[in-house]
């Protein structure tokens, strides 16, 4: 075998702990890199803006702990903008490993900005049935959600005692890990018009452009980067933009290493061909 | 450096490690960590569909159904859960095998129920939405003939991108739509035409692949978050 | 009637949630409004039974003595200690429960999805070859919104990511969109198909 093929057959372990490095160490030695805002993750954030103080903001936290990583840091951002705002969140969860998230997400960040529970925030946990769910929401809360998570009647919440459905809602915003924003899309906002915006995993960014374009999304986080972007933007930097080095030195990597493979696999092919000849 | 004196960051850091042997190779401490979670996970989805479905939406209802029953008050709308309720258990004859064709009957009623949502729905936003922004954008055509005028009165390479991106975009669309068109063979102009998909199919897969890269990075970089921070004290 | 009462039921559940999207008379949104509920209550069952067949998989191996029979019992004891301590204690923000969920199910289940960082890298570094015009097409789109989806605008300018943004919004958006209207499309037929008894694979096996 010559150096290229010896090169080709590397065993994998190697690329895997260049990998861990190339993470660790911009993790503690950070670079610094200044991120920029994109059109879909600024749509979002005016989005918030537009809405009057007072009016209440749908947040669904729609997965689970596979894809936290890359969805919670952009919940957290967006529950802050609400907050600053003075827009009372509605949280809601269709995803059953969510509630456990949404109610550590609610629970830290009421607690950060001194929220109280009932008439800034209401979390009415998890129902099953996505489409079923969102539907209902359109006809009136009480359908699927009688109580909250904590078996509060809604009728005993303040909170819910001025919102009925989605006429009485501003915006809906959810953060999925899995094809939620697809019912979001077609059962709220096709049926009653509601206003919607998705956060997602960076894996399902690219395939909800479509939607932007036909402004069935008034706007899109995807991924750690939009979680970078929309931090920027409420000027409150966390894990999103702290992660953003790490990401730009493993691109780098990936991209190298396709270019070294690509490199490496024509000169063995040029190789064979001589032996062949 | 501040190393974590709460057990259960130990805990967690621990679990971390060891899905992270794998790496290495298939070992046992792997295997405990994936059997642990398939169990913690099964036993987290029970007690939230409990809590969060069976109490408030079926339980409380019968509970207030019931009590204004017995206390004279007569049927209430509460009650009509019991349908559902009835429903739900026969699904659950799924398990024993004798009597597992008893489950059809709740599977027809949920599957048919979403199928007919499904069908107006879907055709509202996949379809009639996705033809229309095709086409339009918002109440402006996107084949703009003025975008294009403007590019030749005062050309520039900003100026060219706007004037050919709608153009460009609605043939994406169709060529991509003739290349999933099976029913007629790939030849001569459909061929062509379904080539020229492809060629927008790559490029939409490539996106995706980019994306995809940054996604599982981001989950790398959170976890390692955790480790560095949270367990080792290392970062802030 | 083991097969024929089951398509009826599917057959008329699919005529009433259909039709009642174009009835806004208030009978027809109170039969819709029941439904949703109904649905939810049925589903939530469905769900349920999910669990149970795990539990009963796992129940069997140590019975049998089968393969890894020993991590059977791991995952009964972590099923165990969930529902014990869930319908023991509760859920809420500070419930053994939610400590359990935290410390031990995130913990694992994101770091089981990060185990694919390691593996995108060797992936791109084995297989991903510019063998044809195509090939080269998705590598080159590839490497564009990788580098331009991350902040490298200080070194190279803006034209990196802008040029990331417009792949995204036109080429890629037509490309998704066409896949976006063939699956609407089956969908639809395949909805149609299960409503009208033509598809009937979801009945299962036997009688």
């Not at chain 1, 005016?46 to 209440?56: C, F």
């Not at chain 1, 699927?144 to 459905?165: C, G, H, Q, R």
């Not at chain 2, 799924?94 to 009957?105: C, E, G, N």
Request: with cysteine.
């Amino acid at each position: 075998m010559n150096f290229y093929e010896k090169f080709l057959h590397i065993d994998r372990r190697y690329i895997f702990i260049f990998v861990a490095l190339r993470v660790i160490i911009p993790l503690v030695w950070p670079l610094g890199l200044a991120v920029t805002t994109s059109p879909p993750v600024e749509n979002v954030y005016n989005a918030v803006e537009e809405l009057a103080p007072g009016t209440p903001v749908l947040v669904s936290v729609d997965y689970d702990p596979s894809t936290q990583p890359e969805l919670s840091p952009m919940t957290i951002a967006v529950l802050r903008h609400c907050f600053a705002r003075d827009l009372p969140v509605i949280i809601t969860v269709l995803h059953p490993g969510g509630p456990g998230l949404a109610l550590e997400i609610s629970d830290r960040i009421s607690k950060e900005v001194g929220a109280v529970y009932g008439e800034d925030y209401v979390f009415l946990g998890y129902k099953v049935g996505s489409s079923a769910v969102i539907l209902s929401i359109g006809q009136d809360f009480h359908v699927s959600f009688p109580a909250d998570y904590f078996n509060t009647p809604i009728d005993e919440i303040p909170l819910m005692k001025k919102v009925k459905n989605y006429n009485d809602i501003g915006l809906v915003i959810t953060m999925s890990g899995s094809t939620y924003p697809d019912a979001w899309v077609a059962f709220a906002h096709e049926r009653y018009g509601q206003k919607l915006a998705a956060g997602v995993t960076a894996v399902m960014a690219a395939d909800y452009y479509p939607y932007l374009q036909t402004g069935q999304l008034v706007g899109l986080i995807g991924g750690l980067k939009g979680a970078a972007e929309y931090e920027k933007l409420i000027n409150r930097p966390d894990d999103g933009l702290k992660g953003m080095d790490a990401q730009t030195i493993v691109h780098l990597f990936v991209v190298l290493m396709i270019l070294l493979g690509n490199i490496a696999f024509l000169f063995v092919q040029r190789a064979k061909k001589r032996e062949a000849a | 450096m501040h190393i974590s004196t709460d057990i259960w960051i130990w805990i967690a850091a621990i679990l971390t490690l060891c899905i992270y042997s794998f790496l290495y190779k298939d070992n046992p401490f792997y295997k405990f960590a994936e059997h642990l979670l398939v169990g913690v996970s099964a036993g987290y989805f029970f007690v939230i569909y409990f809590w969060n479905l069976v109490v408030p939406n079926l339980l409380t209802p019968l509970k207030n159904g019931f009590g204004t029953l017995f206390s004279g008050g007569g049927f209430t709308g509460d009650l009509a859960a019991l349908v559902p309720g009835i429903l739900g258990l026969i699904i659950l004859t799924r398990l024993i095998p004798k009597i597992a064709w008893m489950s059809r009957w709740a599977i027809g009623f949920y599957f048919g129920a979403f199928q007919g949502l499904t069908i107006t729905g879907y055709m509202q936003a996949y379809i009639l939405a996705q033809i229309y922004g095709t086409f339009m954008k918002g109440n402006n055509p996107v084949f703009s003939v003025a975008l294009i005028g403007s590019f030749f009165s005062d050309p520039g390479w900003g100026k060219i991108l706007l004037a050919v991106s709608g153009p460009l975009m609605i043939l994406g669309v169709i060529c991509t739509l003739t290349y999933f068109f099976f029913s007629k063979e790939h030849k001569g102009f459909v061929g062509g035409v379904a080539k020229i998909g492809i060629v927008f199919l790559m490029i939409g897969f490539g996106a995706s692949f980019g994306y995809t890269v940054m996604a599982r990075v981001s989950l790398l970089i959170g976890r390692l978050q955790f480790l560095l921070r949270d367990w080792l004290g290392v970062i802030s | 009637m083991r097969r024929e009462l089951p398509l009826a039921i599917c057959f008329i559940m699919g005529i009433i949630m259909t039709v009642q999207f174009f009835i806004p008379h208030r009978h027809s949104q109170w039969l819709f409004d029941n439904m949703l509920k109904w649905l939810i209550i049925v589903l939530t069952f469905a769900m349920i039974l999910g669990i149970g067949n795990l539990v009963k998989l796992h129940i069997q191996k140590v019975q049998h003595r089968r393969r890894d029979w020993l991590y059977s019992i791991v995952a009964l004891f972590g099923i165990s200690a969930s529902l014990i301590t869930g319908f023991g204690w509760g859920i809420e923000a500070d419930s053994p429960f939610m400590v359990l969920f935290n410390y031990v199910q995130i913990p694992m289940q994101a770091t089981m999805f990060s185990l694919l960082a390691f593996y995108i890298a060797s992936a791109a570094f084995r297989t991903f070859r510019a063998r044809t015009v195509e090939a080269t097409l998705l590598l080159v789109a590839a490497v564009i919104v990788m580098l331009g989806r991350v902040p490298l605008e200080g070194i190279v300018g803006r034209w990196l990511p802008d040029l990331a943004e417009w792949i995204l919004d036109y080429p890629n958006m037509a490309a998704k969109r066409g896949i976006m209207i063939g699956i609407g499309l089956g969908a639809i037929s395949t909805a149609l198909k299960i409503i009208l008894g033509i598809e009937r694979s979801w009945l299962g096996g036997g009688d």
